[in-house]
């Protein structure tokens, strides 16, 4: 909610999913291509963050190259491999909400690279 109330007052219109499959129901239609940036947590109900993360590389890439990944687990062995081969930035909790402006601006200038996914 912190974070919905933060975009919002930057004049950002903010859509939420509950959990992971949510998510993925609201980026599949094409119009989903107009969403400026996909925030993830890892750890979510039913459809995971990875899993969502492997989706939209594979079945959108033009959303997959706005995607920010939050997470506080970067300790667990399958964490630690996903954060080996992903290229998308991670924003590690707790965070600083300074740290998720200055992610969130480098992802919309196109400043974070796509390769290695």
Do not use: C, N
């Not at 594979?58 to 706005?66: I, K, Q, S, T």
Request: net charge negative; no cysteine; glycine share 8%.
């Amino acid at each position: 909610m912190a974070l919905r109330r933060y975009l919002e007052r930057r004049g950002w219109q903010v859509d939420e999913a509950e959990d992971g499959a949510q998510a993925q129901r609201l980026l599949e239609p094409p119009e989903a291509a107009a969403y400026r940036l996909v925030i993830t947590d890892l750890r979510m109900p039913g459809r995971t963050g990875l899993e969502l993360h492997d989706w939209l590389a594979a079945e959108r890439p033009d959303l997959f190259g706005r995607l920010i990944i939050a997470t506080g687990d970067v300790a667990s062995p399958e964490i630690q491999a996903f954060l080996q081969r992903t290229s998308r930035p991670v924003l590690e909790k707790p965070f600083e909400l300074s740290r998720l402006a200055a992610m969130v601006e480098e992802v919309e200038r196109g400043e974070i690279g796509l390769e290695g996914d």
